[in-house]
């Protein structure tokens, strides 16, 4: 599960990002209804902000928000508020970045609209594979550690499940036990290569690897996954 509030509610650099991530909803049940305009959504941004920085929801607003909607912090609809927001840093969403989603979203006014506006945006990233795309990518910015390239395993191993096991179920299964056992990444991490890599391995691979061809497209990392994968059918 993914734990968006940062650890001791600092900017969480010296922490893992996948024991960091938990602060996605409590108070926005009183937002006016109804309008195109954005000012309900300003509205709920208000309901969330940090009260010692108004221009920021905290992790504390975040996860006030999730309890509101009924949402469990580590849920992909999290994510994807997140992705629509444009969010650059975990647990943070800036006045100018929550503004920005109001054109991405429509009329916001109430938790309830938010969580089915986001239901829908999820809905459609899944059928057009090029959104699918932005919000893998978009996945390893965001959960990047300060001044890192990589992002680490674990984060890895659940983001990839909860952006492409909709999709590729059986890739992700493998690949995320394969992350499991593959003790240098704890070290290295996943590079951004690696990573975008991944979704058109399990776009063009079939799941066991039949059509895979070393031929030194691939980066050095999913070459071992096949190898491992092989010797796993084998085995049994």
């Not at 009183?30 to 920085?53: C, I």
């Not at 969580?115 to 459609?124: I, Y």
Request: charged fraction near 25%; hydrophobic fraction near 35%; proline fraction near 3%.
């Amino acid at each position: 599960q993914i734990n968006w509030l940062p650890a001791n509610n600092n900017t969480g650099s010296d922490y893992p990002v996948a024991t960091q991530m938990r602060a996605f909803g409590r108070k926005s049940s009183t937002a006016k209804r109804g309008g195109a305009s954005s000012s309900g959504f300003d509205e709920l941004f208000d309901a969330y902000k940090d009260p010692q920085d108004t221009t920021m929801i905290g992790p504390e607003g975040i996860e006030q928000l999730c309890t509101t909607m009924h949402v469990d912090p580590g849920d992909v609809l999290v994510l994807v508020l997140a992705w629509a927001m444009g969010a650059s840093r975990m647990g943070y969403i800036s006045r100018d970045e929550w503004s920005s989603g109001f054109h991405k979203l429509g009329a916001i006014t109430s938790t309830e609209s938010l969580k089915e506006r986001l239901s829908v945006l999820h809905g459609s990233t899944l059928r057009d594979i090029e959104r699918v795309k932005e919000l893998h990518q978009f996945t390893h910015k965001f959960c990047r550690e300060e001044r890192r390239k990589n992002i680490d395993v674990q984060s890895a191993m659940v983001m990839l499940k909860l952006v492409l096991q909709p999709l590729f179920a059986e890739h992700v299964e493998y690949l995320t036990g394969f992350m499991q056992e593959k003790k240098s990444l704890e070290k290295c991490g996943v590079s951004m290569d690696e990573w975008m890599m991944m979704l058109q391995f399990c776009r063009e691979i079939k799941p066991d690897c039949s059509n895979f061809q070393d031929d030194g497209a691939w980066p050095v990392l999913l070459d071992e996954y096949v190898e491992w994968k092989r010797e796993k059918q084998e085995g049994k």
